[in-house]
């Protein structure tokens, strides 16, 4: 599967890279914030994508949005610090599928990479 | 300062370093600062604005820095490395975030990307009007303190939201 992270930090990037591993996934791209990644998706067509809220240039709520413009099937999983009640809403109307809060454990991050291909494979 | 601003710094820092270090933090006795130079000179800057404004600095020695980001990332490395400044950046995101997620409540507040200074001495600019509270913290890598300088913006209409940084001359 190929998966593609969003996050302006590459140690979180290398962290994640760590946990799909371990989940036997090593097909990745990065991206370091929306702008590297709109312009990295075409070539690459991902079949999942970890993306971070808060970076420079594009954030991952404004990617979210310009990616489902075309793209409106392929799971999203925000990656974030925003806990807010309001900011999780806010990015799932814009099309993201789950939702993960940092700090996470690898536990986490790994169940809710399988809940969302599994919620996604069972809709399909 | 608001005291509902403090608790949820330390409740972070001990949520974020026990679960992605495994790394327990004690924390000491809050006190106000005056002194402008940061404690140590390790700097993680994250600003913020929206209904709260202000600054908040994860300041560590560089010795405490270097055994957290190996801890961190799994790899030793230099102050001068640039990914030892992407790691104390995250997490000082991390821990920053994580407390605006418990004093926000319906506040709109936005957090910067972090910034990271390295350097002897270093000072960053805080609004004037704004308190500044320290939190020293200890851990089995070395001591760090987290400065906290924010408040509402309706308690501080003139303060400038974002932080600054100067080095020394």
């Known amino acids: ?124 | 300062m608001d005291p509902a601003f403090i608790t949820p710094f330390i409740a972070s820092i001990q949520n974020v370093f026990t679960t992605m270090m495994q790394l327990p933090v004690t924390i000491g006795d809050p006190r106000i600062k005056a002194e402008p130079a940061t404690t140590f000179d390790v700097s993680g800057i994250i600003g913020m604005s929206g209904d709260v404004v202000g600054s908040v600095v994860l300041s560590f020695p560089i010795s405490t820095a270097q055994r957290l980001v190996a801890l961190f990332t799994g790899t030793e490395m230099k102050h001068d490395n640039p990914d030892f400044a992407d790691a104390i950046g995250e997490l000082t995101n991390m821990i920053s975030g994580n407390a605006k997620g418990m004093f926000a409540g319906k506040k709109k507040v936005t957090i910067s990307c972090p910034s990271v200074i390295v350097g002897q001495n270093h000072t960053v600019q805080r609004p004037r009007d704004i308190p500044c509270i320290v939190i020293p913290c200890s851990t089995d890598c070395g001591d760090l303190v987290i400065e906290i300088a924010i408040q509402d913006r309706s308690a501080a209409p003139t303060a400038a939201a974002a932080a600054g940084a100067t080095a020394p001359q």
């Open chain 1, 1 to 124: 599967m190929k998966i593609m992270l969003i996050d302006d930090s590459k140690t979180m990037r290398n962290i994640q890279r760590s946990v799909l591993a371990q989940l036997g996934h090593t097909t990745i791209e990065e991206a370091c914030d929306g702008q590297d990644a709109l312009s990295k998706v075409g070539a690459f067509q991902p079949e999942l994508i970890l993306v971070d809220w808060n970076m420079p240039n594009m954030n991952g709520l404004e990617f979210v949005k310009a990616f489902r413009q075309s793209n409106k099937t392929t799971p999203l999983i925000m990656v974030t610090t925003e806990s807010e009640k309001a900011r999780v809403i806010e990015a799932i109307k814009a099309g993201v599928n789950n939702y993960v809060i940092k700090p996470f454990t690898p536990d986490l991050l790994s169940q809710r990479i399988n809940e969302t291909l599994s919620r996604l494979a069972k809709a399909a």
